[in-house]
């Protein structure tokens, strides 16, 4: 869990500081809302030596009043505490319904280490990790908040603040002889480390890994965990759940707005490209089929971005025999009494075949999130649900392609008008389409959220850049033949 | 998780027939209620072959209206199956919401088949079960109730069954070549079936084990789980949580009733063993210490049972300062604001020493259950909570003895008298007293089903028969000296 986990790109610095004044802001009005629900918050920080956990809860607290928390570090047992159960000192600090308890490292350290130091054995450990997931059950269950984070630097990274630290006689200090032996044994304690945390990654309490290189990101990322985790708990009235961490390696994702749309094609180009390419992909589809490989091609886009025509492009070419377009409306009462992606199951391709999707999946984090038609938490959680969804695909064996057909505001309403005044294409537009163009920007802000978080190294978005429609038609094309030609 | 389960005795047949047409006429009043909440309930029945699933499913479905349920039968997959992902022919089948799918054999024997004939390796393996745990995850966190149900019978029961089956021509049919070569390799089998039910038992899909050595007892079972279960998923909107299946090895368990109260000693039999008793323990205390082995001694009973006097004649004998009695009132609001068992851990005895609690942790499954401070599902749950805390205990190498201090209603009413009659005796009864005293019944009811769900074999409930105080508190000395020197 650790070891495959690939960090997010981080944010500019300007960016950080923006959504850390608001999440601030958010923390502080979470105190009253947590006390007048009862619920207790218990916040556990685990990581690396020296990867900044201390540093990082000193300036999450400052955001609370004192009345409403309490922190714990963690230190050697005392006599007494050697002397009762082992999970003994941990329940006694467990929060009081309404409060914060942050735990500066706990069960988790206290247990890797003694695992790691030899001090109990392998059987013992095992015990332990299973006293464990019973104790966070425990709690969970009876209506506690468990957060928990494990802060994460590299070796180098670690070795160069150690060093930094023990330069300094005024910070030497705080380089503990665990420290050391921890940077010195990096593979050994990330080997059990990334146990541990899979072990126990319990889906009502799930773990979420900090990237801890920056300070004001490590806080940042924090304090958005904990805000939307306080939020979840405290609608849990409506079968709220814990929205896991998103796991899987992203690709870096720029805002619509940002990019240019000026690309075209001259009709000759056009002509000369679309006949190369199709037959060129006519001959993939042959080689598709005779080694099985499916391939799964997602549509989505601006109303009047030209998604029909592009997929036209795609399919002219191909054997009726083996490939499916699915066009996705609104789901059929049967579809809608069942879990959102059923209807998506339902219509995947054989393998060898392709199935191209007008509309996806992805309607659940667009239309439904912003037309209120699933909950913020459904929406929330259905990022990683969706990323789950096409690794199935991927480890299956298939290629997934995503398309974003990219238009800007103007050429929609052009589109929109030429549609309205002609009568053959009257069809194609309703007054659905006039109210969607009217909630553009929350539309934008959706996509923005949605490509970034689901554009995974191995299901990509790929933008189609549609005010040329010839350009985009080109575009699929090519990025189709060549992300088979990848496969092949 | 399925090696190390011992199974509950069975109840009497009379008794399993009571609860069967009870338990039958509470789920067809479920069909409604599921409908009207639009809960979707997914219902899996795996197991050994032979088990009996398919005739106690044929009996389950016979309570429920054909419009609110469908039965999957596992059969082998379709060419069309083999060509789409491994989950595609699973997810198509989810209920749909307001509605039953019972499956008769799912993914578990999937690839648990798979895996033992060899026809996936160990890495394909293990992402199947990931797969397993997502695809559970994503069924529950988007409101579906799955019940997974492992029917358990033991090697020479199987073995029992497919004999009886082959030696008749018209059952013949039904013994499949799985099930022979299951018999033969139940070993290899158990281990992976192990292997499976542990690494996919998670909190919000757990699995359910049932004893399926007699059908009517496996229906019970069964129809118990998913009543339960049902009423649980339906108050989700008050944080219901799934009850555990109670994975605790239980002691046979007599009713209250049923005990014999007449048992007493003369004056004259008490003193000797009295002062024989109290020196032994006396000794035995010292050799507790010296060997640092805390010792934990419940007191739970009917009040004027004699609980107080019985506990002076315990620490008698002992050194002060090595033992502490924590009288158990009525929470604080600093202890009411944490989990229940909070103010517990905080009075562990060290190592070594002897902790009596004068009302204990049961107040939740007693007083807490029947005065309504806790939920249903709370004191439902909290059985299964209980055993975990004094697993805890055990483990840490406690020796944990419980007593519930038996007297019958008459008895309790001349002392109640007596106690109102005698001025210097009057501070010890309360209204309450007399309050509680008239709800003697339920309160029976409760007690019955503590003593019979925590009776653990590392955690033993003792019953002393009250009625002759004298009689109790030797029988208490006779107990602790003896459970003593067993660990000794």
Known sequence: MLKDWIKSERPETEEIEKRLEDL??????KQTEIRDHKLPVLVILEGWGAAGKGSVLGKIIRNIDPRF????????KTEEEMRKPFLYRHFVKIPEAGKYMFLDGSWMDEVTGEYLRGEIDEATYRKRLDSIKSFERQLTDNGYLVLKFFFQIDEKEQKKRIDALLADKSTKWRVSKADLWQNKH???CMDVYDEYLRETNQ?????YIIDAKNKKWAETQLLDIMVNGIDTALTNG??????????FPLRKTPKLAEIPLDKSLTEEEYREELDKCQKKLAKLHNELYRRRIPVIVAYEGWDAAGKGGNIKRITGSLDPRGFEVHPIASPEPHEKARHYLWRFWNRLPKDGHIAIFDRTWYGRVMVERLEGFCSENDWQRAYNEINEFEKELTDWGAIVIKFWVQIDKDTQLERFTDRQNTP????????????NREKWDVYEIAIDEMLQKTNTTTAPWFVLESNDKKYARIKALKILIEEIEKRL
Not at 203 to 207: K, M
Not at 424 to 435: A, L, V
């Open 24 to 29: 601030r802001a958010r923390l502080a009005t």
């Open 69 to 76: 928390f309490k922190v714990s570090t963690q230190s050697v």
């Open 186 to 188: 990096y593979d050994k």
């Open 203 to 207: 889906s009502q309490a799930p773990w």
């Open 238 to 247: 409506e079968h709220a759940v814990p929205i896991l961490q998103n796991m």
């Open 424 to 435: 053959e294409k009257q069809w194609k537009i309703t007054d659905e389409d006039w109210r």
